[in-house]
């Protein structure tokens, strides 16, 4: 149990398009998922906390209006990068919050995305 | 401000030797958890083991021991008897009780296996 998918699991792109990222908890309710970018050799950074039905908390620096989040319904949650250059080249992961779980191990993450922008 | 500290940018280790990787943390809060994640090339965050900070015990995990020291904030992860597969990165995590439970990640340190 306590599954989470990402589509695409990579994606190229010519400079100036939008991408679109899905999240998926398979087997559970996600009332929140989070959204993390990692460079190489770097830790995750926190991008925004999705919350279901309501906009998503972005963090200091991230450009709401380039990173487009929705998170319609309890096991999917979106990130469209628009209009995106080569500096947005990197790992998109998302991880979801079982709030049912009651215990310690509550957030899962998805594979990844490895995003590359020509 | 709440912070992971990982010292150790990368590590190389016999295969089947013991291996610790430190971390250490800072925050005021008196409730809370650290975790340990292994990230391989392939680049999934896998679950390691994890340590409540009102755990009277070091969690283990297999091959996997965390060594925590609360008045010292340090929750170091120790892997027995090392094996190739092993190699990847490892991340420290703390869990943020007022932030929507979001995590609080360190550096990472890369951990190679030499056989």
């Known amino acids: 149990g306590a599954v989470v998918s990402q589509h695409p699991s990579w994606v190229i792109c010519k400079s100036g398009t939008s991408v679109k990222i899905e999240c998926r908890s398979l087997d559970f309710q996600a009332t929140t998922m989070f959204w993390y970018r990692q460079f190489p050799k770097q830790s995750l950074m926190l991008m925004a906390t999705s919350n279901e039905g309501s906009k998503a908390t972005y963090e200091q620096g991230v450009e709401k209006d380039k990173f487009l989040i929705n998170h319609a319904s309890l096991t999917l949650s979106t990130l469209t990068v628009t209009s995106a250059h080569p500096e947005d080249s990197s790992f998109y992961i998302c991880?979801?919050?079982?709030?049912?779980?009651?215990?310690?191990?509550?957030?899962?993450f998805g594979p990844g995305t490895r995003l590359t922008v020509l | 401000a709440q912070k992971i500290t990982q010292t150790q940018p990368g590590m190389f280790v016999q295969e089947k030797e013991a291996v610790t990787l430190d971390c250490t943390y800072d925050t005021s809060d008196p409730s809370y958890g650290l975790f340990w994640y292994k990230q391989p090339s392939s680049g999934e965050m896998i679950f390691l083991i994890y340590?409540?900070?009102?755990d009277q015990q070091n969690a283990t995990e297999g091959r996997y021991s965390l060594n925590f020291q609360k008045a010292r904030k340090s929750a170091n992860l120790v892997i027995s008897a090392s094996q190739l597969g092993d190699s990847a990165m490892y991340f420290c995590a703390m869990r943020d009780m007022d932030s929507n439970y979001q995590l609080i990640w360190g550096a990472g340190t890369k951990l190679i296996i030499k056989p």
């Open positions: 340590q409540g900070s009102y």
């Open positions: 991880s979801a919050r079982d709030q049912a779980r009651g215990d310690y191990n509550e957030q899962f």
